[in-house]
């Protein structure tokens, strides 16, 4: 079946305003749980997404977060350096670390923190 238009205009996207939150997540090679916080990002109308690392990921996204990239933005920093200094000089995001393991700690129970 041949379409003569696009997904874009076969579909209204009635994208109500977005709220004032993004996601940074870190990838080390083609990371599926990057894509899925891509469509969850979608999902609570965030606004943007920053990825640390490997940048390989969004070549194999297309199909998993179904053109997302052309409705949210996501950018990509090679060192946490450069993500911070991003966020510090230009967003100033308020900050908050989550760790997904089985020994993941609770950043107010280390020791030395503010």
């Known amino acids: 079946m041949k379409r003569e238009l696009t997904r874009r205009q ?9 709220y004032p939150f993004a996601i940074c997540a870190t990838s080390l090679d083609i990371d599926v749980n990057i894509q899925l916080m891509f469509r969850n990002l979608a999902c609570f109308n965030g606004t943007e997404l920053f990825v640390v ?11 998993a977060t179904k053109d997302l990239d052309l409705y949210y933005q996501a950018l990509h920093f090679s060192t946490f350096s450069d993500f911070l200094i991003y966020n510090k000089n230009l967003k100033q995001y308020n900050l908050i670390a989550v760790e997904q393991c089985k020994d993941a700690v609770n950043i107010c129970d280390i020791k030395g923190y503010p």
């Open 10 to 18: 076969r579909y209204k996207f009635d994208i109500p305003p977005k």
């Open 53 to 63: 690392g490997s940048n390989k990921w969004m070549k194999e996204a297309r199909g």
